[in-house]
């Protein structure tokens, strides 16, 4: 974590699990195929309050991580849990999201005040509801 936060300029303030005798790597299967056998992949588990994964992104080794995508999958997850709706691709904080397709557009209606754009039945757009 010294190293992470001394050559990315960054503070990495939750766990990172470290794994020195590949232990963890070969029980989830982690070494790279193509690379070195002491190369593991790089893996990031997003786990909930619920202790269930809520997300898992693997890149090889010589591919660099995209934390910006990491960050917008995190705020999703975190939206998603609260709010009954889905973020589209490429979607970013503070961008309209779907209300879910469960919820009748009445209740649609009633449960975001702040509008409700229907482009097909099943596609209803909403401002993002926590802001």
Known sequence: MQDINETQNATVDFPIIADPDRRIAT??????????????????FIIGPDK?????????A????????????????????????????????????????AIPTEEAVQKFPKGVREVKPYLRYTPQPNL
């Not at 269930?52 to 090889?60: F, V």
């Not at 991580?65 to 490429?90: G, W």
């Open 27 to 44: 029980l989830y299967d982690m070494i790279h195929p193509n690379a070195s056998e002491n190369f593991t992949v790089r893996s990031l």
């Open 62 to 101: 010589s591919t660099g991580r995209n934390f910006d995508e990491v960050l917008r999958v995190l705020d999703s997850l975190q939206l998603t849990a609260y709010y009954s709706v889905a973020t589209p691709a490429d979607w970013k904080y503070g961008e309209e999201v779907i209300v879910a397709p």
């Open 52 to 60: 269930r994964i809520k997300l898992i992104i693997t890149y090889p």
